[in-house]
């Protein structure tokens, strides 16, 4: 009896398994979405045939799942919600993972999903289930966060997956407290709506406003939101995109080329950045102030050869495929990051490179630390042993205004517009560095001192994008179009950069009933600090303020900048003192005398005493002209 269960036993757990595979092919033949989507993926090249696969059982399993929405009667809403971030967090993989670690974030997003749907049964049932382990929103955030890391470590063996893993919690719990995670779906469509109007500044961008494009252990390559997704106020830059890199000691970025045209800035830091192009090959030495430009499809690598300090790079990006958008394409590679080599079939790999398809498994399958990696001392130094100083120029030396560089142009050792001991106001364009009128763009570097300010000002044609790379201040700007819309009604309410229809109406009557009102502003302010980016539109009068306590630098991109000019409205150099007396007296309807004294009493020139300084010690002072002051300033931004 023994000896014939010992034989029967192996046979019925095959049987077992056989009837469970069948269950599962049975329903799988059952969508013939599913049947007809892997006889397509059997025409793939061995390598894409595993993915695609996947693929099709992915979409298999969210088909099954959107009918299992429709079956649960008074909660079709949230299921779709659910879904909606479900698909959003599967793009977000797609976007910033490789290899196995897309496939585990894949399954991270999938694990969300069930358990947002759970909470949608029963949220309360579930909000006491988190109580009794532990987990809920009542614990302290640390502790929180040391508890999943904990878990990462059980988890992971795995040193980057671990890694990812930790960087995962941290950002849940940042999450959690801007409510971005909160699996309540109301809250999520309320954050999903409030980022679409631009909230209530959507001229200001924090850095919860960027995501992250490439990220490892060793640094991370970060991307602005989309200009025009944040306001219709922002349609005329939103081909460009604001991208920050910033990369440890001692790493290196592997190659790789982008679909868009780009100028970097040099925040921080030195190292190398290599550019090849055809058969042309350039490595440029670089350091802070320096600006170069890479033209799309150039493959390019870049190097912090510094032992201590990060390397951090803003760059302006102009995609040249997609309006708007830009992908990063990596040849070099394996599975982390994945090689587009690998995209292709066998046959075609064997006969482009001559040789077998053992040897070309071996050189694309071995990568897996990401695209960025740490390097040794003695590769950077062969790396680096044949570049060009940047800052260079050509063929005048420093200062030559007529000549173009071949490596980078360095801002910092050009003489300044403006100078004194309240700020320095650095520029670059065309006649300094070439390249910079190939995209029409303008840079400049404001240095204010603390305490101090940059004159009011506007720019006649470019619109501003500014980064602020060190220091902290508070930035002013006066806009039109919001005042318009707190004008209508549309303000605080709802609709605020978008839903009025007669925003951008041209015809709209300014004059109010009886042609008294005129053009109303709305100021937008905001606190300044490093990595915070802000928008100036043309025409748009703005004023840039240091803390007390210390220096504010802030980068700015200027586009379009053919035919621009920077209007400054107070200082030595203010616009208003140009007007005739009696221009003046028609303007402000107060004599020329009052006003002479109003604009002439400022005798610095672009950079100034911030408000701290003009404080006085008992309060009083100057309140009493006040009213004539503001009315000034409304006509100056008015014209």
């Not at 600006?291 to 803003?314: E, P, Q």
């Not at 303007?587 to 404080?615: I, K």
Request: proline share 4%; net charge neutral; hydrophobic share 25%.
């Amino acid at each position: 009896m023994g000896t014939k269960l010992k034989t029967l036993l192996p046979l019925l757990l095959l049987a077992l398994l056989s009837l469970s595979t069948l269950c599962t092919t049975s329903q799988a033949k059952e969508d013939p979405k599913l049947k007809e989507c892997r006889r397509q993926c059997s025409q793939r090249p061995r390598q894409q045939r595993e993915q695609c696969e996947q693929w099709c059982w992915e979409q298999h399993q969210q088909r099954e799942q959107e009918g299992e929405c429709e079956r649960e009667r008074g909660q079709e809403g949230n299921c779709r919600k659910a879904e909606k971030h479900l698909e959003q967090c599967r793009r977000q993989c797609e976007e910033t993972q490789y290899g196995g670690q897309r496939q585990q974030c894949k399954q991270q997003c999938q694990k969300r999903y069930e358990e947002e749907k759970q909470r949608s049964r029963g949220q309360e049932g579930e909000r006491g289930r988190e109580q009794e382990r532990g987990t809920g929103s009542d614990r302290d955030p640390q502790e929180r966060i040391r508890q999943c890391k904990k878990e990462c470590r059980e988890q992971h063996g795995e040193r980057q997956a671990r890694w990812q893993c930790e960087q995962q919690c941290e950002e849940r719990e940042r999450g959690r407290e801007h409510g971005r995670r909160d699996l309540n779906p109301r809250r999520w469509e309320e954050e999903e709506e409030g980022e679409e109007r631009g909230g209530e500044n959507p001229y200001v961008f924090k850095r919860e406003h960027f995501k992250h494009k490439l990220r490892t252990e060793h640094g991370n390559v970060r991307v602005l939101t989309n200009f025009a997704k944040r306001s219709k106020l922002l349609l005329g830059i939103a081909n460009y995109r604001v991208v920050l890199i910033e990369l440890n000691p001692r790493t290196f970025v592997l190659p790789n080329h982008w679909d868009a045209d780009d100028i970097c800035y040099v925040v921080k830091g030195r190292g190398t950045v290599t550019v090849l192009k055809k058969e042309e090959k350039q490595s440029h030495s670089i350091r802070q102030g320096d600006i170069l430009k890479v033209d799309a499809g150039s493959v390019v690598y870049v190097i912090n050869s510094d032992s201590r300090d990060k390397l951090i790079i803003a760059k302006l990006v102009n995609p040249v495929s997609t309006p708007g958008k830009f992908e990063t394409f990596f040849g070099a590679g394996g599975e982390n990051p994945e090689s587009f080599y690998r995209g292709f079939s066998d046959e075609v790999l064997e006969a482009a490179f001559n040789t077998e398809r053992d040897r070309i498994e071996r050189v694309f399958g071995k990568q897996r630390r990401g695209p960025i990696v740490q390097a040794s001392e003695e590769q950077i130094r062969s790396m680096t042993r044949e570049t060009s100083e940047g800052g260079q120029h050509w063929p005048f030396g420093e200062g030559g205004r007529f000549g173009e560089s071949r490596g980078p142009f360095n801002i910092l050792r050009k003489r300044p517009t403006y100078s004194n001991q309240y700020g320095q106001l650095h520029e670059a364009d065309a006649n300094d560095y070439r390249p910079l009128g190939e995209l029409d763009v303008k840079i400049n570097l404001a240095n204010i001192s603390s305490g101090s300010m940059e004159a009011p000002t506007y720019n006649s044609r470019s619109t501003m994008i500014a980064v602020v790379v060190g220091g902290r201040g508070r930035v002013e700007i006066v806009c039109p179009h919001l005042g318009k819309q707190s004008e209508t009604g549309t303000g605080r309410s709802r609709g605020r950069y978008g839903d009025n229809k007669d925003d951008d109406d041209d015809d709209d009557d300014e004059s109010g009933q009886h042609g008294q009102k005129g053009q109303r502003y709305r100021t937008i302010r905001a606190n300044l600090s490093p990595g915070t980016v802000f928008v100036v539109p043309a025409g748009h009068p703005f004023a840039e303020i240091a803390s007390r306590d210390e220096n504010i630098q802030i980068m700015c991109f200027n586009v379009p900048a053919e035919k621009n000019e920077r209007i400054f409205l107070a200082g030595r150099n203010n616009v208003m003192s140009k007007m005739e007396r009696e221009a003046k007296e028609l303007a402000f309807d107060a004599s020329a005398r009052e006003v002479d004294e109003l604009f002439n009493s400022q005798r610095e020139q672009a950079f100034m005493p911030g408000p701290e300084s003009r404080r006085s010690p008992r309060g009083g002072g100057r309140r009493e002209s006040h009213g004539f002051i503001a009315s000034v300033l409304e006509a100056a931004a008015g014209m």
